[in-house]
């Protein structure tokens, strides 16, 4: 997989927008690696508090967990004992709130609109993140992003914000609300 596939926190359908009644005719592509739509970057304004598509669902299995566990070290019961975890006011293991959040990435896949011309979008950090739900074993979660400002650095750097909810299939409240941003370098 390529950095632009897992580095930018941008998903707006450029097209859903311009159907909706909002945004910008502008006509997009794809990105030929990713296959995300692709705007100038001077129409990304357009984007601004406009509602995104959201991801498809995605299942966290206990799989998934354990991988993540192994991968960060992080093997609280409440994360990889079922058994243990069954005895918690959670009733089962949940998922670590930082694999939650890592998931930004792959669930933007096919949804995010990009700059075109981007050479490269880097993970920026993030402004806020709230882990407001813990997501149990088996949930599946979805990702809904806004945009919220596109700043210029310097030229040909454009600092993208958003707001990402994961969202749990089910319950009234998400998993987590961050404010990611993304460098991308077009």
Known sequence: MTNRQHSADLVIRPQALADAGGGTSTQTTSDKESGMPSVPVTELKHYIGK?????DWLTIDQERINLFAEATGDFQFIHVDPVKAAQTPFGATIAHGFLS?????????????????????VNYGMDSVRFVQP??????????VQLTEVT??????????????LEIEGQEKPAFVAEPLTLCFV
């Open 152 to 165: 210029e650095k310097k030229p040909g750097q454009w600092l993208l914000k958003a707001i990402a909810t």
């Open 135 to 144: 997501v149990l074993v088996n949930s599946r979660v979805r990702l809904k």
């Open 101 to 121: 959040l890592s998931l930004i990435p792959k669930l933007m896949e096919g949804i995010m609109v990009l700059p075109e011309g981007l050479k490269m979008a």
């Open 51 to 55: 509602d995104a598509e959201c991801s």
